[in-house]
C-alpha cells in the first residue's frame, strides 16, 4: 500500500509516517519504480507508536515495543523489555508530578498571602485546595427564574430581630431608622483559598456573591446620594468570616450575620440546601420607615446589581 493509505488507516500523518521511517521503526519494502509499498504489519507498527505516544512514552523509545511484536508476540508488551519501558515512563511521570506539585503549592502560597495580606486575618495553613477566581463570573451560570418565593414581602413589617454586624454591634432589622436602608442577602462569600460547595456554580443563582459585595463596594456613595441611607449585606456566615471579608475587599459598609437565619423564618425568605448547609437564596430588600418596601428578586447578574438598585432608587425618589 502508499504511504497515504497507512497513514490514514493508522490514523497519523503522512510526515509522522517519514518520521517513524527515518528512526528505522518501520522499513517498507521498495517497488521497481523506487514508490514505498508498506504491508499490514506497518500498519500494526504505526498505531502501536501512536497508542505509546498517547501514554506519554517519546517515539524513539517505542523501539522495545516494536521487536516485540516483530519477535511474533501478540502484545507489544509481551516482552521484559517492553516493561522496563513501561517502568522508565511511570519513573519519568512521576518525577514531573512531584515537580509541578511542588510548583503548585509554591503558587498557593503565593495566592493565599497576597489575598490575605490586607487583612488582619492569617492566612489560613489548612492544606491545599483549589482556587477559585471569585472576581470573575463563568460565562454559562445558570440564570434563576422567577418562582415568587418573594412576593409576599413587599408591604410587610420588619421583624423585631437583632443581628451582629462585623464592627461588633447589635442592628435591630426593626429599628433601622427612617428613610431607605439597602439590605442585600447572599448566600455565601467564597474565600481564594477554600473550595466552593460541590456543583456551586450549577445552582441558579447561587454563584456570584463577592462579585455583588464588590459592586455595592464601588456605588456605596452613589446609593447613599440617591437617597439610600445605610447599605448592609447579611449571609448566614459568622461575623469573625464576614469581617475577613469586609477587610479583604475594603467594603465601606458593614456585614449582617444570621447563622441561624431567623430572617428567613421571621419573613418566610426563600432558601436552598446544598452540602448539608441551610444558605439564603439572593434576594435584596429596601426598608422604609420600618416597612419592607421594594424587593429586588431573583438577582441576575448579580456583579451588577448594585446598579440595579441604584436605578431603582433614582426612578423611584423619594418626596
Not at 428567613?264 to 436552598?272: D, M, S
Request: aromatic letters at 6%; a negative charge; one cysteine or more.
Amino acid at each position: 500500500m502508499k504511504i497515504g493509505e497507512l497513514a490514514r488507516r493508522a490514523g497519523v500523518t503522512i510526515k509522522a509516517v517519514r518520521y517513524y521511517e527515518s528512526l528505522g521503526l518501520i522499513t517498507p519494502c521498495r517497488l521497481a519504480n523506487g514508490y514505498r509499498d508498506y504491508e499490514e504489519d506497518d500498519v500494526r507498527l504505526v498505531r502501536e507508536i501512536r497508542a505509546l505516544a498517547g501514554l506519554g512514552i517519546p517515539v524513539e523509545r517505542t523501539r522495545p515495543f516494536l521487536e516485540c511484536l516483530a519477535s511474533g508476540q501478540r502484545h507489544a508488551d509481551d516482552c521484559p523489555a517492553s516493561l522496563a519501558g513501561y517502568r522508565e515512563a511511570i519513573d519519568e511521570l512521576t518525577e514531573r508530578i512531584e515537580a509541578l506539585t511542588s510548583r503548585r503549592a509554591t503558587l498557593m502560597r503565593q495566592l493565599r498571602q497576597a489575598a490575605y495580606r490586607n487583612s488582619s486575618s492569617p492566612a489560613p495553613d489548612d492544606g491545599e485546595h483549589t482556587m477559585t477566581d471569585f472576581h470573575h463570573l463563568p460565562a454559562d451560570l445558570p440564570v434563576p427564574e422567577d418562582d415568587g418565593a418573594a412576593d409576599h414581602l413587599p408591604g410587610l413589617k420588619a421583624p423585631h430581630l437583632e443581628l451582629v454586624d462585623t464592627t461588633g454591634e447589635t442592628v435591630r432589622i426593626d429599628a433601622l431608622g427612617s428613610g431607605r436602608t439597602i439590605v442585600y442577602i447572599y448566600p455565601l462569600t467564597g474565600r481564594p483559598d477554600v473550595d466552593l460547595p460541590d456543583g456551586w456554580d450549577s445552582i441558579p443563582g447561587a454563584r456570584g456573591c463577592t462579585t455583588e459585595a464588590c459592586d455595592f463596594r464601588d456605588h456605596h456613595q452613589e446609593l447613599l446620594a440617591a437617597g439610600a441611607r445605610r447599605v448592609f449585606g447579611l449571609s448566614s456566615q459568622d461575623t469573625a468570616y464576614q469581617r475577613e471579608v469586609v477587610e479583604r475587599l475594603r467594603l465601606p459598609f458593614v456585614m449582617l450575620s444570621d447563622p441561624r437565619l431567623n430572617l428567613a423564618a421571621a419573613l418566610g425568605l426563600p432558601t436552598f440546601d446544598v452540602d448539608g448547609m441551610t444558605l439564603f437564596k439572593r434576594l435584596t430588600l429596601v426598608i422604609r420607615d420600618g416597612v419592607i418596601e421594594h424587593v429586588f428578586y431573583p438577582i441576575f447578574p448579580p456583579d451588577v446589581h448594585a446598579q440595579q438598585v441604584l436605578a431603582w432608587l433614582r426612578d423611584n425618589p423619594v418626596a
